[in-house]
């Protein structure tokens, strides 16, 4: 357990033996917050703690700080990444705040499907896509309205910061607890069985619509061209005000014209904002 020292307001050593102090959580909080956007504040300290400790020890090294020393050199990108990974928040499943997929199927899909049985290059960005269920929900939607979508230029772009949550989403191997939400006409449509013990992944036709890729949000977008769907949700509430007005503004600037923003339950755009996006739903706008 982690003891506080009152008299320093400092965070004491472990039961393990793994120094850590407060200077050690605002070292990470500082890092994770110029690195990633990511506030941290003392409540997260344990957890700061819990999530690291093992691999400090796993290491090697005497203390936090020796590790965060190492972890956080612009030269170790491999270890950066498996500390961005270790501190950020996974939770996600199909079909998720479900109202979303109703109002892309019902109203923005059919005008899409249009456009792209016109010849016109369609593009969808799920941003923080985490373990895939959030892209590939889209993309079963996008075959339901639009059968033969892979012979049209119409795509999906999945990005996330954490490389391991990425590879699960590639590797698309489900639990049944992960497909509870999925009602059972989907799961034998879109879904194909890979073991005895009631895992599945999407079928090969809902993989093709979709590209992963790592992608800080807070870094530089090497793409382009404009989206005309993004889904950006339950990301933003783990960074501070500044920082989610600058993801807001960058995201209306890749936007095309009437192209629909998804956002989390609990996240609302900037008021500067306001004069591009009109709310046409529950944390449903369209660019205006």
Known sequence: MISRTSELGSIGRSEQGVPYNAKDFERISQFLHSTAGIRLDEANERMVYARLAARVQQLGFPSFAAYIDMATSPKNSEERDRLISALTTN?????????????????????????????????????????????????????????????????????????????????????????????????????????????????????????FRQLNLMSDWPFSGQFDVIFCRNVAIYMDALTQERIWTRFQQVMRPSAHLFIGHSERLSASLKSSFALVGKTIYRHI
Request: proline fraction near 4%.
């Open 91 to 211: 939770t996600t499943h199909f079909y998720r705040e479900s109202h979303h997929f109703d109002y892309l199927s019902e109203t923005v899909l059919p005008e899409l499907v249009a456009r792209a049985r016109a010849g016109e290059r369609i593009r969808i960005w799920s941003a923080g896509c985490s373990t895939g269920e959030e892209a590939y929900s889209i993309a079963i939607c996008l075959l339901a309205a639009f059968p033969d979508a892979a012979s049209h230029d119409i795509k999906i772009l999945a990005t996330d910061i954490d490389r391991e949550a990425l590879e699960r989403a590639k590797a698309a191997n489900y639990a049944p607890a992960g497909l509870r939400s999925l009602a059972k006409a989907i799961l034998d449509q879109r879904f194909d069985a890979i073991s005895s013990n009631g895992h599945r992944t999407p079928k090969p036709a809902v993989k093709s619509l979709v590209t």
